[in-house]
């Protein structure tokens, strides 16, 4: 049970709900983004991106299995506009650095976008590119986001789900970008 929204985490979701995967740093800062953001039914942290059949923290630390921490994000894109849920990616940390969020550190930091469908990808993508003239414009560097296609999600460690509601002054390294997208 997710003890925000007072549901599940795992599947199944109703077919009504759409699904997007969001590196973006630490999973746990990145998670709690989407706790307010309205269409959002659900999130879940884990590991995504990789090479590695069975992720798990320790392993994900070490940089080689290529898997990124990410979120994911269960929401109803009746409620929410794909533009509108990217753009709060895109808002919520610094896309421009490669491998890392402040001080965090590695590949498993970076940030990247993973969706199901195609033509997901090619809307994100056209998102990713409009965003891009706004940072230009405003001299805040290129965006280094990956978008891809999902292969395979690893839920994360107990421990990790809801990490900032456990703890509430747990560590978050995400820093807001105050633009208009």
Not at 1 to 20: D, Q, T, V
Not at 29 to 40: H, I, L, P, S
Not at 73 to 83: A, G, N, R
Not at 106 to 131: C, F, H, M, P, V
Request: aromatic content about 14%; overall charge negative.
């Amino acid at each position: 049970m997710h003890l925000h929204f007072r549901n599940s985490f795992k599947p199944p979701f109703s077919e009504n709900y759409s699904i997007a995967y969001f590196g973006m740093g630490c999973f746990w800062g990145a998670e709690k983004v989407f706790w307010n953001t309205k269409g959002v039914y659900t999130t879940a942290v884990g590991y995504a991106g990789g090479d590695h059949p069975n992720p798990n923290y320790e392993l994900v630390c070490t940089g080689t299995t290529n898997h990124a921490e990410v979120v994911l994000v269960v929401y109803d894109s009746e409620e929410i506009l794909f533009k509108n849920l990217l753009n709060t990616f895109f808002l919520s940390h610094d896309p421009t650095q490669v491998n890392r969020q402040g001080n965090d550190i590695g590949t498993q930091y970076r940030s990247i976008i993973l969706l199901e469908k195609d033509n997901e990808i090619i809307k994100a993508n056209q998102i990713l590119n409009s965003n891009q003239e706004t940072f230009t414009k405003n001299k805040l560097g290129l965006i280094s986001t990956e978008i891809k296609q999902i292969k395979d999600f690893f839920y994360a460690e107990d421990y990790h789900q809801q990490y900032l509601i456990k703890n509430p002054n747990g560590y978050c390294n995400l820093k807001k970008i105050n633009i208009d997208l």
